[in-house]
């Protein structure tokens, strides 16, 4: 059974303060690991796909990385306008993406 | 406009009463899924389907039913809604044809069962 578990739950920084959420997986054949933001009350906005060891990709101040156990979204230099719940999910060999509980991160200016 | 639409977008109902929640996109992707989205649980799959005619059960689908009447549409009952299903639900859809099924996520359902 594929698992995701994303890690601080919650993560408060001020304006500018870097920092990095944790996804964590067990899968048995990743075809690929998602990030997704989600606004309150609003469905989950794709942001990333990241397909093996090694692979890093950038958006803005995100940039997603990923090993063979994990995968780190880095937030360089926030502004409250990335203030969101960060979602992650892996695909496997069973084709049905498995998503993680989430990292609500609030950003103070 | 909108490529993931869901139908209503906020909907208070009473225990017992048979209730739809409709999806709709324009995406052109065979595969569709319904989630619910509970507090502290993230997202749940109830039901998915990867064409016409192929529905398949999520992990929670007891209490749930679904109908894929079209490609573009697909559409999530509640026989007799109960109050622990009250929760904040989403239409999702993929395209198997890439590497991996980037899912597309509606707006969502807020549903209240009282």
């Known amino acids: 059974e594929d698992q995701v578990t994303q890690s601080p739950e919650a993560l408060r920084l001020q304006e500018g303060e870097s920092s990095s959420l944790n996804c964590s997986y067990t899968v048995s054949g990743l075809r690929g690991l998602f990030w997704y933001r989600q606004d309150p009350g609003k469905g989950p906005e794709f942001l990333f796909t990241?397909?093996?060891a090694g692979e890093e990709k950038e958006k803005e101040r995100l940039k997603a990385t990923l090993t063979k156990k994990e995968s780190f979204l880095h937030i360089t230099a926030p502004k409250p306008e990335d203030s969101a719940t960060y979602l992650c999910a892996v695909q496997g060999g069973s084709y049905i993406p498995t998503f993680g509980r989430g990292t609500s991160l609030i950003v103070h200016p | 406009d909108a490529d993931v639409t869901q139908t209503p977008r906020n909907r208070i109902t009473k225990t017992g009463k048979r209730i739809m929640l409709e999806c709709s996109q324009t995406?052109?992707?065979?595969?569709m899924y319904w989630y619910r989205q509970d507090p502290g649980l993230g997202l749940r799959l109830i039901y998915y389907s990867f064409d016409v005619k192929d529905i398949n059960k999520g992990e929670i689908s007891d209490g749930y039913s679904v109908s894929r009447q079209a490609q573009a549409k697909f559409s999530l009952s509640l026989e007799s809604a109960i109050p622990n299903q009250t929760a904040l639900y989403f239409c999702a859809t993929s395209d198997p044809s890439g590497l991996t099924d980037t899912q597309y996520f509606g707006p969502g359902t807020r549903l209240t069962v009282l």
């Open positions: 995406k052109g992707h065979d595969r």
């Open positions: 990241l397909y093996s």
